[in-house]
């Protein structure tokens, strides 16, 4: 870690280096060029070589250097430096010779220099001299563009669009040629009684308003935005309740206490220790301990209860710490310390962590901020009892996420079927559902929906692993680079948030569990990454296929040893205190870390809605392959789908399982189309009866309105 960080300490202290150098170069060369007799020796022969190299052209070098120490200066922009030099010398060299073919052109007398002396002739007798100007001027714009990032495609798309739209405006509005007259402003229609005596009902219109105004707000484009030039404020800490100081060196007379009594506890049982280090943090202290010459860890944990009693705390954990040869004791301070998120987050180890998808979880035992890439992970897995923090946690996760990236660079697909926590992030615009338009994405609730979104998910995953084949490249790392270079569409991340994984095993455990086992196996080179919580960490949940795909798991307090086992395959996570108190088992490590969770109050929550909502960023991201109904995963269109079941119908005056399967296909097939009707309410089943019951009077209704009604 040190080693790591050195590493970026070192570059980015070289990349102000270089920075300084063009600011300095770019400050001389522009001193030299316009005032070389006030310059010295040196400026004036620089002067004298560049004028005669590239003649007028020489005053774009100043120019140059000093957008090189831009790109150096802003991280935001990305650069390469040999490109950028190309891209330089190719628009220094064309504005050389254009200076030529204008003199050639419009008679002017501008120098060109060497360059210009003997290049031009060649261009001339090739092209001629007004189609040499033109070409020369192209090429001049256009190597200037690509050195100062000048999205030319989107310039002139957006030109020729707003030309376009303006015209057809002008055709459509103004036929006859007759000037366009001011158009009234539209009125609400109130359902209300007549108008004479009548009393005007306020209620319906408002709510039509108010609907009608979020479906504005994210309204799908005519055409496709390109959500990269679309400005974006990352939210501020300043919004987040700022973290309480901890003075440890107040406590340090009762942590010595507290140390010498636990020696003298453990001398009783004949367990002699000698007190190594005491880790003190904001909500656990933790004591390291060696053990004399011929004692075993097992004889501790066997006087675990005695401890405990003695240090007067419910919960005490034990964990051998290899590295320092020692026993650590892991004991709740009297009085804990709340952890801001605002704290991790502007923690060293979360602003110095470069993916978009990093979690700020909380703090160690040390009190040190704690970060993890789920990118790296690449799935999450989180299980806890009722009230140890799991919810909070979860909220913790999003918002640092919502802390690094743009909507158009991470998107969440949240399923919560609860409908308690989630609904908060529904208007933000990083939301997203495969089954539905951009504009119509919002939190997924219903179970049948939830197990519809997640096969369409995997459909995603496929068509994005066929479009990184057809690109040569191997995930989505390499697909956004290869795509920035050619200045193509970048991809974004999915992240997949479960907030109850149990209620949705209840209902469609197969669809569920097989659509989870195929993302968590393929997704993560694709971008789509998994985060399921459930507070029921149980084997029919948590099950074999689903623990085999989730290395990373974080458990919070459990009621037994049995659900720590399941979560962990430790124990560990019984002996917690609750309240974000938490075992993080990071990928390809053998020991849990504990850590205490980043606690963030729902009115902070609120106001980092409110901020990326109120910024109106569109929610743009590719239409789903095959349109989806959100509540079952049927087809949109279901005039296709439901013309022959109806008709089929009313020929047999009946409809059950078997007569679907004989004449549609199988089982499943003949359960989707029964469930499509009954959502309908084309056919239903009445409480207490196994039998369907047909409302014909809507079935005559829809074959009539088809054309297949009786003539």
Same mark, same amino acid.
């Given at each position: 870690?040190?080693?790591?960080?050195?590493?970026?300490?070192?570059?980015?202290?070289?990349?102000?280096?270089?920075?300084?150098?063009?600011?300095?170069?770019?400050?001389?060369?522009?001193?030299?060029?316009?005032?070389?007799?006030?310059?010295?020796?040196?400026?004036?022969?620089? !002067?004298?070589?560049?004028?005669?190299?590239?003649?007028?052209?020489?005053?774009?070098?100043?120019?140059?250097?000093?957008?090189?120490?831009?790109?150096?200066?802003?991280?935001?922009?990305?650069?390469?430096?040999?490109?950028?030099?190309?891209?330089?010398?190719?628009? +220094?060299?064309?504005?050389?010779?254009?200076?030529?073919?204008?003199?050639?052109?419009?008679?002017? @007398?501008?120098?060109?220099?060497?360059?210009?002396?003997?290049?031009?002739?060649?261009?001339?007798?090739?092209?001629?001299?007004?189609?040499?100007?033109?070409?020369?001027?192209?090429?001049?714009?256009?190597?200037?563009?690509?050195?100062?990032?000048?999205?030319?495609?989107?310039?002139?798309?957006?030109?020729?669009?707003?030309?376009?739209?303006?015209?057809?405006?002008?055709?459509?509005?103004?036929?006859?040629?007759?000037?366009?007259?001011?158009?009234?402003?539209?009125?609400?229609?109130?359902?209300?009684?007549?108008? $004479?005596?009548?009393?005007?009902?306020?209620?319906?219109?408002?709510?039509?308003?108010?609907?009608?105004?979020?479906?504005?707000?994210?309204?799908?484009?005519?055409?496709?935005?390109?959500?990269?030039?679309?400005?974006?404020?990352?939210?501020? *800490?300043?919004?987040?309740?700022?973290?309480?100081?901890?003075?440890?060196?107040? %406590?340090?007379?009762?942590?010595?206490?507290?140390?010498?009594?636990?020696?003298?506890?453990?001398?009783?049982?004949?367990?002699?220790?000698?007190?190594?280090?005491?880790?003190?943090?904001?909500?656990? @202290?933790?004591?390291?301990?060696?053990?004399?010459?011929?004692?075993?860890?097992?004889?501790?944990?066997? #006087?675990?209860? %005695?401890?405990?009693?003695?240090?007067?705390?419910?919960?005490?954990?034990?964990? =051998?710490?290899?590295?320092?040869?020692?026993?650590?004791?892991?004991?709740?301070? =009297?009085?804990? #310390?709340?952890?801001?998120?605002?704290?991790?987050?502007?923690?060293?180890?979360?602003?110095?962590?470069?993916?978009?998808?990093?979690?700020?979880?909380?703090?160690?035992?040390?009190?040190?901020?704690?970060?993890?890439?789920?990118?790296?992970?690449?799935?999450?897995?989180?299980?806890?009892?009722?009230?140890?923090?799991? !919810?909070?946690?979860?909220?913790?996760?999003?918002?640092?996420?919502?802390?690094?990236?743009?909507?158009?660079?991470?998107?969440?697909?949240? &399923?919560?079927?609860?409908?308690?926590?989630?609904?908060?992030?529904?208007?933000?615009?990083?939301?997203?559902?495969?089954? *539905?338009?951009?504009?119509?994405?919002?939190?997924?609730?219903?179970?049948?929906?939830?197990?519809? +979104?997640?096969?369409?998910?995997?459909?995603?995953?496929?068509?994005?692993?066929?479009?990184?084949?057809?690109?040569?490249?191997?995930?989505?790392?390499?697909?956004?680079?290869?795509?920035?270079?050619?200045?193509?569409?970048?991809?974004?991340?999915?992240?997949?948030?479960?907030?109850?994984?149990?209620?949705?095993?209840?209902?469609?455990?197969?669809?569920?569990?097989?659509?989870?086992?195929?993302?968590?196996?393929?997704?993560?080179?694709?971008?789509?990454?998994?985060?399921? +919580?459930?507070?029921?960490?149980?084997?029919?949940?948590? *099950?074999?296929?689903?623990?085999?795909?989730?290395?990373?798991?974080?458990?919070?307090?459990?009621?037994?040893?049995?659900?720590?086992?399941?979560?962990?395959?430790?124990?560990?996570?019984?002996?917690?205190?609750?309240?974000?108190?938490?075992?993080?088992?990071?990928?390809?490590?053998?020991?849990?870390?504990?850590?205490?969770?980043?606690?963030?109050?729902?009115?902070?929550?609120?106001?980092?809605?409110?901020?990326?909502?109120?910024?109106?960023?569109?929610?743009?991201?590719?239409? =789903?392959?095959?349109?989806? $109904?959100?509540?079952?995963?049927?087809?949109?269109?279901?005039?296709?789908?439901?013309? =022959?079941?109806?008709?089929?119908?009313? $020929?047999?005056?009946?409809?059950?399982?078997?007569?679907?399967?004989? %004449?549609?296909?199988?089982?499943?097939?003949? *359960?989707? &189309?029964?469930?499509?009707?009954?959502?309908?309410?084309?056919?239903?089943?009445?409480?207490?009866?196994?039998?369907?019951?047909?409302?014909?009077?809507?079935?005559?209704?829809?074959?009539?309105?088809?054309?297949?009604?009786?003539?």
């Amino acid at each position: 870690m040190a080693r790591k960080k050195s590493s970026k300490n070192t570059k980015h202290k070289n990349r102000d280096i270089v920075a300084l150098f063009f600011a300095l170069t770019a400050f001389i060369s522009a001193y030299s060029i316009l005032l070389p007799d006030g310059s010295g020796v040196f400026g004036k022969a620089f !002067s004298n070589v560049v004028n005669s190299i590239f003649g007028a052209g020489s005053y774009f070098i100043p120019i140059a250097l000093l957008w090189f120490f831009v790109l150096r200066i802003a991280p935001s922009l990305n650069h390469s430096t040999k490109i950028d030099f190309l891209w330089s010398l190719i628009s +220094a060299v064309s504005l050389s010779t254009l200076f030529l073919s204008a003199n050639a052109v419009f008679g002017s @007398t501008l120098y060109g220099g060497w360059i210009g002396i003997h290049l031009y002739p060649f261009v001339e007798k090739l092209l001629g001299s007004v189609l040499s100007f033109c070409v020369l001027a192209l090429l001049l714009g256009f190597s200037s563009a690509f050195l100062f990032r000048v999205p030319l495609v989107s310039l002139l798309k957006k030109l020729f669009i707003s030309e376009k739209s303006a015209d057809d405006t002008d055709t459509k509005d103004e036929p006859s040629g007759k000037k366009r007259q001011q158009q009234p402003e539209p009125e609400l229609i109130f359902n209300g009684p007549d108008d $004479e005596g009548g009393k005007e009902d306020y209620s319906q219109p408002n709510i039509i308003a108010a609907k009608k105004s979020k479906k504005e707000r994210f309204s799908r484009p005519a055409e496709k935005i390109d959500s990269s030039d679309i400005d974006y404020i990352l939210p501020s *800490t300043e919004t987040l309740m700022e973290d309480k100081p901890i003075d440890y060196d107040e %406590n340090k007379r009762d942590l010595l206490a507290r140390a010498d009594l636990m020696k003298k506890t453990l001398a009783e049982f004949g367990i002699e220790v000698e007190v190594k280090d005491i880790i003190a943090g904001p909500v656990v @202290t933790r004591y390291d301990l060696t053990l004399a010459p011929g004692l075993k860890i097992q004889s501790i944990m066997g #006087v675990i209860d %005695n401890i405990s009693l003695a240090m007067r705390t419910p919960a005490i954990r034990i964990v =051998p710490i290899p590295e320092k040869g020692a026993v650590g004791i892991e004991v709740p301070n =009297p009085e804990s #310390v709340i952890v801001g998120l605002r704290g991790v987050i502007e923690s060293e180890a979360f602003a110095g962590s470069d993916s978009k998808l990093s979690l700020a979880l909380g703090e160690t035992t040390d009190g040190k901020g704690y970060t993890a890439e789920l990118d790296s992970m690449p799935h999450l897995l989180i299980a806890g009892a009722t009230g140890s923090g799991k !919810s909070v946690a979860l909220h913790s996760i999003i918002l640092s996420i919502l802390f690094k990236a743009r909507p158009d660079e991470v998107k969440f697909m949240i &399923i919560d079927p609860k409908r308690v926590e989630m609904p908060i992030y529904k208007d933000i615009p990083h939301i997203y559902h495969p089954c *539905t338009r951009a504009a119509d994405a919002d939190i997924i609730t219903d179970p049948k929906e939830s197990a519809a +979104a997640l096969k369409k998910l995997v459909t995603v995953m496929n068509a994005r692993y066929d479009k990184y084949a057809d690109n040569m490249v191997r995930n989505i790392e390499e697909y956004n680079a290869k795509m920035e270079l050619i200045g193509g569409e970048k991809e974004f991340y999915i992240v997949v948030v479960i907030d109850e994984l149990a209620d949705l095993m209840l209902v469609v455990q197969k669809e569920i569990e097989d659509s989870i086992q195929r993302l968590a196996q393929m997704a993560r080179a694709v971008g789509i990454h998994l985060i399921l +919580a459930t507070q029921r960490p149980s084997v029919n949940v948590i *099950t074999g296929v689903i623990k085999a795909n989730f290395p990373a798991r974080m458990s919070f307090q459990t009621a037994s040893k049995v659900d720590s086992r399941v979560i962990l395959d430790a124990l560990g996570a019984d002996s917690l205190i609750g309240k974000g108190d938490m075992l993080f088992l990071p990928p390809q490590e053998s020991r849990p870390i504990r850590l205490q969770g980043a606690y963030v109050s729902l009115k902070e929550i609120k106001s980092i809605v409110d901020f990326i909502s109120g910024q109106d960023f569109p929610r743009v991201y590719e239409p =789903p392959i095959e349109e989806v $109904e959100r509540e079952e995963g049927f087809k949109a269109d279901k005039s296709k789908e439901l013309l =022959p079941v109806l008709m089929l119908m009313r $020929e047999r005056g009946r409809i059950s399982q078997d007569l679907l399967k004989a %004449n549609f296909g199988g089982s499943a097939k003949a *359960t989707n &189309i029964l469930s499509l009707l009954e959502t309908q309410r084309f056919i239903a089943k009445p409480q207490g009866t196994n039998k369907w019951q047909i409302n014909w009077s809507k079935v005559n209704e829809y074959l009539d309105i088809q054309g297949e009604g009786n003539e």
